[in-house]
């Protein structure tokens, strides 16, 4: 339950990951992918879940999707290891297929006790997936991009996925759009 998640720290946090067979995922996927970075970041990054390369490194964002997110960061001048990257989904969805509802809800927990150890001062939230994971909202990326979220607190700015941009690069420049709020939005807190 969310209840015991809520006193683990880093390690213990990881070791439950790692052994959990809350659904099905983890019968099918290599190891979990559990996140990386800054465990103290200001900025916190949200993905779906891992696919091949990430289920075979045990790192998020390592594939083209990765590359991509990496240029995202460059070009608002933070680097990997000053933020902090996780996903809604620890394990690799068979076939990479959208994660179920009841997988989500399995996996939720984790993500939550990343967000409260880590603190983060802002969330950017990559995709439907976790955007609406976080908000507790069934919408589409389109209604609630441009806007500033709040999740528990911490402002939360929504973008679309890397994985989605390449497929659609027409939309890139929404992604930028989206970055710069997030910028401005981060700026706005530390004034």
Not at 9 to 18: A, G, I, S, T
Not at 103 to 130: D, M, N, W
Request: glycine letters at 10%; aromatic letters at 6%; a neutral charge.
């Amino acid at each position: 339950s969310s209840g015991v998640l809520a006193s683990l720290d880093w390690p213990e946090l990881k070791q439950r990951v790692h052994g959990c067979h809350r659904c099905d995922l983890r019968e099918g996927c290599t190891q979990t992918v559990f996140g990386v970075g800054c465990e103290q970041a200001d900025w916190m990054f949200v993905g779906e879940a891992p696919g091949l390369e990430e289920d075979a490194t045990g790192e998020p964002f390592v594939g083209h999707a990765g590359r991509l997110l990496g240029n995202m960061l460059l070009a608002i001048k933070l680097k990997r290891s000053e933020i902090y990257i996780a996903n809604v989904i620890k394990c690799r969805p068979e076939d990479d297929r959208h994660p179920h509802v009841g997988e989500i809800s399995s996996c939720f927990p984790y993500l939550q006790r990343q967000i409260g150890l880590v603190q983060p001062k802002l969330i950017v939230a990559l995709g439907k997936t976790a955007a609406t994971a976080l908000l507790g909202t069934d919408a589409t990326i389109a209604s609630l991009r441009g806007t500033v979220h709040d999740y528990k607190g911490i402002p939360l700015i929504v973008t679309y996925h890397p994985a989605y941009l390449l497929r659609s690069p027409m939309e890139k420049a929404k992604a930028w759009q989206d970055l710069c709020l997030a910028v401005k939005t981060m700026e706005g807190l530390t004034v």
